[in-house]
């Protein structure tokens, strides 16, 4: 006489999946962790800081080369504003700051912000 294990039905879990081996992988519904926020710096323009000095700072900063810098040093200058690098909150807070550091010591008016990136 054969003693096969009885077949008990499949506990109803929501969310149930099957390896096929046969193990049952339980899977969270709800995410409990996000990806982290992603900061743009802005940078604005303003009428004194020279062409030269927003281009240096940009490469300085923000690892740009010299034609990306200019280009975007070009859209600041004629939208009044423009992202010069994406990053997490922390890193985007300290290119804040050394903007805004380089620029005071040269005594230029160079402004930047940072802003939260819509999902
Ligand atoms: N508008 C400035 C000028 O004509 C140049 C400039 C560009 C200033 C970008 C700031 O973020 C800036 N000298």
Do not use: W
């Not at 962790?33 to 940078?43: E, F, H, N, S």
């Not at 005071?104 to 999902?119: D, R, T």
Request: one cysteine or more.
């Amino acid at each position: 006489m054969s003693t096969k294990p009885p077949k008990y039905p499949r506990p109803q879990v929501r969310g149930i999946d099957e390896d096929t081996d046969g193990t049952v992988v339980l899977e969270r519904r709800t995410q409990k962790t996000r990806p982290p926020k992603l900061y743009q710096v802005v940078m604005l323009n303003d009428d004194y800081t020279p062409m030269e000095f927003v281009v240096i700072v940009i490469q300085e900063y923000f690892g740009k080369d010299l034609d990306t810098a200019t280009q975007i040093m070009l859209k600041i200058h004629l939208d009044g504003r423009g992202v010069c690098g994406v990053y997490s909150r922390d890193v985007a807070a300290t290119k804040v700051n050394q903007v805004l550091e380089a620029a005071n010591k040269a005594g230029h008016p160079l402004q930047c912000v940072a802003e939260p990136v819509e999902p």
